[in-house]
């Protein structure tokens, strides 16, 4: 079966006007994305930021919910935040993958805007099937989406979550949930 | 094609102990949930509530994103907050729907716990590619779930998200955008 591994990634990312920046962790994120990880069975979700304020304030929100009265009070949260880590950056998250399962994860990217070369999702419905991938590693941007050098450090970008309406606007949050669900139904196929 | 509604029920839901509640609005939740159903041509979306105060909460955030200064910097979230209804309870939901459409919609529940009698997926899928339903409202329930009086009110209620793991603790933000996803698949095919 593919092992699956999910990044949400602070930088590099865009901003409303196009340009280059470092966005803020969002608690809620962290949450959310856990929590669907966990459900869809997802082996790691990597926090990628190379601002070590934010790698500390990744780092506390997860002990509050591992080691901390969050996880007493809710031990659901707390498995979800086990499999949350805090890399510096995309090449960091892949070595991780690398050392935990021995194998290099295809690195994919995920865009809400159509780039040159994505993979449509009934082609990588196919390469799932024919079990193409041994293992990814999927990125996600926060802000406005991933920056084009970290599209180009991937081997393949998917094409945007087709919904029929000209209005794409989805959260980060509700993205990673789409996704893991797709993937999901092609792995059970 | 059939037309989609949405509702978010605040009350009656459960806490964590199995008692009847009615909760707070999260401000994340209408920005998630209005962005995933504009997204997925959604008819409208519902935030339900008998709550005075929190009537006036929510139509005031509304309010910021439609004809305040949020809208005016984000068009594309004043345009999700265009569908957002503030509405009472479950019954006033329903009579606006048949208001707008003419049509009685089929009220639909949805959990993440296995109920008796729930509608399978499979089965749903087929009864949508069928055209059984002209018109329907999926009732989503905050804090953990539903109450069974809600639910009782309903025609039928949709079995949980089935991802291959024993963990299901999605966020309603997260069960909204799947569930919209694989009825979005359910319409084109």
Not at 30 to 35: P, S, T
Not at 51 to 79: C, E, T, Y
């Amino acid at each position: 079966m593919m092992k699956v591994f999910i990044g949400l990634v602070h930088f590099p990312v865009l901003n409303r006007r196009g340009e280059r920046i470092c966005s803020a962790i969002t608690n809620l994120d962290i949450h959310d994305i856990a929590r669907a990880a966990t459900t869809y069975g997802v082996q790691g979700f990597f926090i990628i930021t190379p601002s070590r304020g934010q790698q500390d304030l990744a780092r506390r929100v997860s002990a509050h919910w591992i080691d901390g009265v969050g996880g007493q009070f809710n031990p659901d949260r707390k498995k979800a935040f086990d499999i949350v880590r805090v890399v510096a950056d995309v090449n960091q998250a892949v070595k991780e993958v690398e050392s935990d399962t021995g194998t290099r994860p295809a690195l994919l990217a995920t865009s809400a805007r159509e780039l040159p070369g994505c993979v449509s999702w009934e082609n990588f419905e196919k390469r799932v099937y024919k079990n193409e991938f041994k293992c990814i590693l999927l990125l996600f941007g926060t802000a406005s989406g991933l920056h084009q050098e970290c599209i180009d450090q991937c081997d393949g970008v998917i094409c945007p979550i087709c919904a029929g309406t000209d209005y794409n606007h989805l959260s980060v949050r509700s993205a990673v949930a789409i996704v893991l669900d797709r993937i999901s139904r092609f792995r059970r196929q």
